[in-house]
């Protein structure tokens, strides 16, 4: 079930909408951040949910969950129910987009921010069972040297909640999984979303968008309908044709069949009594016997003893 189509009664922390208007506390977001990356988020720069990165007119924009800046690092969370078998080029692909919407002409390479990409999913995205999953980069030939390009990317699986050894990281991935927040996080996002879903003006934008989303269904079942019936009669109109050409060659083919044997047999039954009528001549029988014994007219007759 995608966005905007379950029931608003039925949001939780996982769907999206709900997960967005949470994140956009400033002091959840940044714990949210330091529970799951273990790391130390001193202030918040610029703090943005659903925020779309355009970079260029025609390459693929995209649309980030929770963009988040801090003096000197960047920061893409992604609340995922499913589809996970293009997650790992996801990663890479906002990763490069954060890249260049961030770094301007000038900048130097060496001063590109550290950049994490963080996917909390609710499910196991890679099947090992595991709770967390971070991608680290290294050179094949050797350990012995540091490949650190300042990308992070981090991947949570909230159905393994037990055996996360961290008693807050474990309570935040139980809550997301849907069971009682027992936790200090979980327990101040399990509020923000209980007060945001009391908000009239927050069901209103839901319900707004949740019937965008079925008029862009319908506009789109309409006009598949229509691409159908037009492919449908082409494909109709083309294998009738070809049906036609088909059963009249068939047809074509049997007459000329039957044509042909039938001028056979007449051929082979003239042949048959001019033989009658050169043996009849040959015993000297009269021109009225040859003809009573071969069928052969008297004109024909006069040929065969001519020649």
């Not at 001028?263 to 039954?269: I, P």
């Amino acid at each position: 079930m995608g966005q905007f189509s379950k029931p608003w009664d039925e949001l939780t922390i996982a769907d999206n909408f709900i997960f967005c208007k949470v994140m956009e506390n400033e002091r959840i977001c940044m714990g949210v951040l330091e529970t799951l990356l273990g790391i130390s988020v001193g202030h918040i720069e610029y703090l943005k949910t659903e925020n779309s990165l355009e970079n260029f007119y025609d390459s693929r924009g995209i649309r980030l969950d929770v963009y988040v800046k801090d003096a000197d690092r960047i920061f893409n969370i992604e609340m995922q129910t499913g589809n996970y078998d293009d997650m790992l080029l996801r990663a890479r692909y906002y990763l490069s987009s954060s890249d260049v919407a961030t770094t301007k002409r000038r900048t130097k390479f060496k001063d590109i921010r550290e950049t994490y990409i963080l996917f909390i999913c609710k499910d196991d995205p890679f099947g090992e069972g595991i709770p967390r999953y971070t991608k680290i980069s290294k050179f094949l030939e050797t350990d012995r040297i540091s490949y650190d390009d300042k990308s992070r990317n981090v991947f949570y699986n909230c159905s393994a909640w037990e055996k996360e050894g961290n008693p807050e990281v474990r309570g935040v991935l139980k809550f997301i999984y849907g069971l009682k927040p027992d936790s200090s996080l979980a327990l101040e996002m399990d509020e923000a979303a209980s007060l945001a879903k009391q908000k009239s003006e927050l069901e209103d934008e839901y319900m707004y968008f949740s019937d965008i989303l079925e008029d862009e269904k319908e506009e789109a079942r309409e006009i598949g309908l229509a691409e159908g019936r037009a492919k449908g009669l082409k494909e109709g109109l083309a294998e009738g044709r070809a049906k036609g050409f088909a059963e009249g060659r068939m047809e074509g083919h049997a007459e000329g069949h039957a044509e042909g044997h039938a001028e056979g047999l007449e051929t082979g039954r003239h042949q048959q009594k001019i033989e009658s009528a050169k043996t009849a001549i040959s015993l000297g029988l009269s021109e009225q016997q040859v003809v009573a014994i071969s069928g052969l007219s008297p004109e024909e007759i006069r040929k065969l003893i001519v020649n």
